[in-house]
């Protein structure tokens, strides 16, 4: 009876630790690297690898403008309005949306890092 408490007390604990880490952008960031923009998760884990060469077109839109389908990945906060739409030219998932604290800024970034592969 005490385990079974102690773990669901556990669970509970860890649900409102992921939930807040969430909400306040600590559960996802955003690399922008010399060839791709990875996707970390808990500030060490590479859950997702974007190279450059793959992106087709990148640009940031509002909330209004996301439709749902079977091709696009929502990374990140998605109460945020700062969106960020990553068009692939390969793989199955063809769209990705990310949720970077600063779009703009996310995007002078990208913006500077393509520039220095030319």
């Given at each position: 009876m005490n385990l079974i408490f102690f773990l669901s007390i556990l669970a509970a604990l860890l649900g409102l630790?992921?939930?807040?880490?969430?909400?306040t952008g600590g559960l996802y960031a955003y690399r922008i690297g010399n060839k791709s923009i990875e996707v970390v998760l808990f500030k060490f884990w590479t859950?997702?690898?974007?190279?450059?060469?793959?992106?087709?077109?990148?640009?940031?839109?509002?909330r209004s403008e996301l439709k749902p389908?079977?091709?696009?990945?929502r990374i990140g906060n998605s109460l945020s309005s700062q969106k960020v739409l990553i068009k692939r030219h390969s793989g199955r998932i063809?769209?990705?949306v990310l949720t970077p604290p600063d779009?703009?800024?996310f995007l002078k970034q990208v913006y500077q890092a393509l520039m220095s592969l030319i």
């Open positions: 630790l992921v939930t807040f880490l969430a909400l859950a997702l690898d974007i190279p450059f060469d793959d992106i087709e077109s990148i640009r940031k839109v509002r389908d079977l091709q696009t990945m063809k769209k990705i779009a703009e800024d």
